[in-house]
């Protein structure tokens, strides 16, 4: 039998073009439906990593893959830092690299904050609701540093012309 093998790698800190060099990352291999990878008596999450990499070995198949800062999770809380998730697809003999990002605060924030309104717009949660949620996060983000790349992409798709909003 063949399997597949998947290099993982961790960005540092809201620097998605830089390996990871200070924190210990803890790397997990999800089935599509969120469930814990698990083949031949092992399962695959809280896999460390070292210097922000991992090569691990996995059968063939379409994996989420992400890390958390904190190991002893379990499948439905994969800890108190979570980088963005990748899918990765592998066939027999198949040799994959997966580079995840590792989102600050302010990424998060900003971009949780577009989802609070989306959702608001579309009626899915009440705006009053959506608005103190918003006001909350913005009191947090306003205390902490704004790094560059989230700085450079929080304004997407604010410059699109009219036109082009519709995907053409």
């Known amino acids: 039998m063949s399997t597949a093998n998947l290099n993982v790698w961790v960005s540092a800190l809201g620097q998605p073009c ?3 060099q200070q924190y210990q990352w803890y790397v997990h291999v999800l089935h599509c439906n ?3 990878l698990t083949w031949c008596d092992r399962r695959y999450t809280n896999l460390p990593t070292k210097c922000g990499h991992l090569q691990v070995e996995v059968p063939p198949g379409c994996y989420v893959v992400c890390a958390t800062w904190s190991p002893g999770t379990d499948a439905q809380h994969l800890g108190n830092h979570l980088t963005h998730n990748a899918i990765v697809q592998v066939r027999c003999g198949d040799h994959a690299c997966v580079n995840l990002f590792t989102p600050t605060l302010h990424h998060c924030g900003v971009w949780f904050i577009q ?4 959702a608001a717009r579309l009626g899915q949660i009440d705006a009053d609701v959506a608005r103190r949620a918003e006001d909350a996060v913005q009191a947090v ?6 790094d560059p790349f989230t700085e450079n ?9 009219t036109q082009d909003k519709a995907g053409y």
């Open 34 to 36: 969120g469930d814990i």
């Open 141 to 146: 983000l306003g205390a902490a540093p704004m």
């Open 115 to 118: 989802g609070l309104q989306d």
């Open 153 to 161: 992409t929080a304004r997407l798709g604010q410059d699109i012309p």
């Open 18 to 20: 830089r390996i990871e």
